[in-house]
């Protein structure tokens, strides 16, 4: 069992040092906290009347910044840039979650 709680803490350890050195403001609800963010990739979606395309990311969070886990469909803002975006996928593990988003259009 003292394996397990220190491998934990030195996942946590990491995730913090990690996200003092790339992290960014964010907020779910009135839930602020840093996150990690990366830019992934573009899908893009052949329509009748044109092309539409979807830029997905992610941000990496520590769980025990968050008062409660992310659920598909909140809402969550990169504060520093003023960007909103959709939660589609959430991802835990041992000390964070993982969310995928897509930029919230209008």
């Given at each position: 069992?003292?394996?397990?709680?220190?491998?934990?803490?030195?996942?946590?350890?990491?995730?913090?040092?990690?996200?003092?050195?790339?992290?960014?403001?964010?907020?779910?609800?009135?839930?602020?906290?840093?996150?990690?963010?990366?830019?992934?990739?573009?899908?893009?979606?052949?329509?009748?009347?044109?092309?539409?395309?979807?830029?997905?990311?992610?941000?990496?969070?520590l769980?025990?910044?968050?008062?409660?886990?992310?659920?598909?469909?909140?809402?969550?803002?990169?504060?520093?840039?003023?960007?909103?975006?959709?939660?589609?996928?959430?991802?835990?593990d041992?000390?964070?979650?993982?969310?995928?988003?897509?930029?919230?259009n209008?």
């Amino acid at each position: 069992m003292a394996t397990m709680k220190a491998f934990a803490n030195f996942i946590k350890s990491g995730i913090v040092t990690t996200l003092h050195v790339v992290g960014e403001p964010a907020s779910i609800g009135g839930n602020q906290f840093l996150a990690a963010f990366d830019e992934l990739g573009m899908d893009v979606t052949r329509h009748t009347f044109g092309d539409e395309d979807e830029v997905t990311t992610t941000a990496t969070c520590l769980k025990s910044a968050l008062t409660n886990e992310p659920r598909i469909n909140e809402t969550l803002i990169r504060v520093d840039e003023s960007k909103t975006y959709v939660i589609t996928d959430v991802q835990s593990d041992v000390q964070s979650y993982t969310i995928t988003l897509r930029v919230k259009n209008g």
